[in-house]
């Protein structure tokens, strides 16, 4: 089996061409635990496949590396982009791309010839507790106080593809902190399929700061539909304005939540490595 590691800002994942999907869906998520040991395999937050798809040309299929399937993937979709882009199974620089949260269309920009950058329209935020899923009614929750481990947060919560818990914070956690507090949060009673939890800092009206605990993964340098949530919760509180900068670990994602509804992410796609497994 051939594979291509690549990352977006550290989100790093292993692509696997399956184009007809030859591969047993009850192996992958073994597969995807086996492979994504960063001991013992090659390391990843999450082993991809690239599929053929029915409502678009291509698909991905994304396990995260605890072996849970991952309905959508920021970081992953435009890793996905760029790889089929560069190996000619898409030959334009805008398609559509299926996921199992829905259509996605990417848009790649090219600077002497290369992938620079690959913006993806990600759709509509829901917010309705039920849409995430989250309990406790049918409003949304906005600013509303979260308890975990003693300690209550402000937070506020939206589906961009995935469950997200946003809390907004006045000052930094340490990495102690946020490796404590993650996992308890993304098991809270109120997240029946469990969550994404985003710890936010606003650092002003165009930029956010952003590190994620991520719902079977754990914690990453990075997260695309993550950064996409704190970027329209923090809009709806009147925090920022609707076009941010969200900096990571390792860089900065451009979101901008266009006035119909649609948000735009936009950032890069880097290859680290190929392989093979025997």
């Known amino acids: 089996m051939e594979f291509t590691k690549m990352h977006g800002l550290g989100n790093d994942f292993i692509l696997v061409e399956d184009l007809d999907a030859a591969l047993p869906e009850d192996q992958c998520p073994s597969l995807a635990q086996q492979l994504c040991h ?18 678009a040309p291509v698909r991905m299929r994304l396990y995260n590396s605890d072996g849970s399937l991952a309905d959508m993937c920021g970081n992953g979709i435009r890793c996905f982009a760029r790889y089929v882009y560069d190996h000619k199974i898409q030959t334009a ?12 269309e990417a848009s ?4 002497d010839g290369q992938v620079s950058a690959v913006e993806i329209s990600m ?16 409003g949304d929750c906005r600013l509303s106080a979260i308890e975990a481990l003693g300690r209550s947060f402000p937070c506020s919560a939206v589906n961009t593809g995935v469950p997200h818990l946003v809390l907004f914070l006045e000052e930094a956690l340490s990495e102690e902190e946020l490796l404590r507090y993650g996992p308890a949060l993304e098991t809270h009673p109120l997240f029946p399929k469990r969550t994404n939890v985003n710890f936010t800092r606003v650092l002003d009206e165009n930029t956010l700061e952003v590190r994620t605990w991520e719902r079977g993964c ?7 539909t993550g950064s996409c949530a704190a970027a329209v919760c923090a809009a709806v509180a009147g ?5 941010v900068q969200v900096r990571l670990a390792l860089g900065s994602l451009a979101i901008r939540w266009a006035e119909d509804g649609n948000i735009y992410m936009a950032g890069p796609a880097a290859y680290s490595f190929t392989g093979s497994i025997a």
């Open 38 to 55: 960063r001991r013992t395999g090659i390391g990843g937050d999450g082993l991809m496949f690239i599929r053929r798809g029915e409502q």
């Open 93 to 104: 620089t805008r398609f559509p791309i299926e996921t199992d949260a829905g259509i996605k």
């Open 108 to 111: 790649l920009t090219l600077t």
């Open 123 to 138: 759709g509509t935020p829901a917010f309705a507790r039920p849409q995430i899923p989250m309990l406790g009614g049918e």
């Open 218 to 224: 754990g914690r990453t340098l990075a997260c695309g």
């Open 239 to 243: 925090f920022t304005r609707r076009n």
